[in-house]
């Protein structure tokens, strides 16, 4: 049974750190393309940051270019996203997705396709 669970999330101050992680069980984290989006109150569902398990490709959203920083623990199967600089845009509720149909490059990540599975996700808020 796929499952993935996220923690870490909280509340802090504009220009905080934390950093989330994505524990999966039924896989393994490095077999399928696999990201972290987020989603804010009465906003769409937005990728982040993701890796393409066929090309290698790993996808920021320039949003989180140069403060985000996703990577991945194969012997503890655990996905994490390094968040720094955070500031008031970054609250939302951040979810971790994967698929096994070897989606590649970054237009999975960037428009949201479809994600056979999901966590249910870890609030951040950010605020001062």
């Known amino acids: 049974q796929v499952q993935l669970v996220e923690s870490g999330g909280g509340l802090l101050h504009p220009g905080g750190s934390l950093r989330l992680s994505c524990t999966v069980s039924?896989?393994?984290?490095?077999?399928?393309?696999i990201g972290w989006f987020r989603q804010a109150p009465g906003k769409g569902p937005e990728g982040v940051s993701c890796l393409s398990h066929s090309d290698n490709y790993i996808y920021y959203a320039p949003s989180v270019k140069g403060r985000f920083t996703i990577s991945r623990d194969n012997a503890k199967n655990t996905l994490y996203l390094q968040m720094d600089s955070l500031n008031t845009e970054d609250s939302a509720t951040y979810y971790c997705?994967?698929?096994?149909?070897?989606?590649?490059?970054?237009?999975?990540?960037?428009?949201?396709?479809?994600?056979?599975?999901r966590g249910k996700g870890t609030l951040v808020t950010v605020s001062s």
């Open positions: 997705a994967t698929d096994p149909r070897g989606y590649s490059g970054s237009s999975w990540c960037k428009f949201h396709y479809d994600m056979a599975y």
């Open positions: 039924g896989f393994n984290v490095n077999a399928w393309s």
